[in-house]
């Protein structure tokens, strides 16, 4: 029994490819960008609530 090439006839399209390509890489900039604001707004919250508990803890002394 002969084996058969399902690949036969079978091309990429590249304008398809590159187009799909270009879609990933702009959805993973877009990611990227968003992680770097999050990390930036996280470590501003987590700043403020640091000051928040050292202001807190300096009047507790001063009592």
Not at 24 to 48: D, M, S
């Amino acid at each position: 029994m002969p084996m058969q090439d399902d690949s036969a006839g079978w091309t990429t399209s590249t304008n398809g490819d590159s187009a799909w390509k270009e879609a990933r890489e702009a959805v993973a900039a877009r990611n990227a960008e968003v992680r770097k604001a999050g990390k930036t707004a996280r470590e501003a919250y987590e700043r403020g609530r640091d000051d928040m508990k050292r202001n807190a803890a300096a009047r507790r002394r001063g009592k």
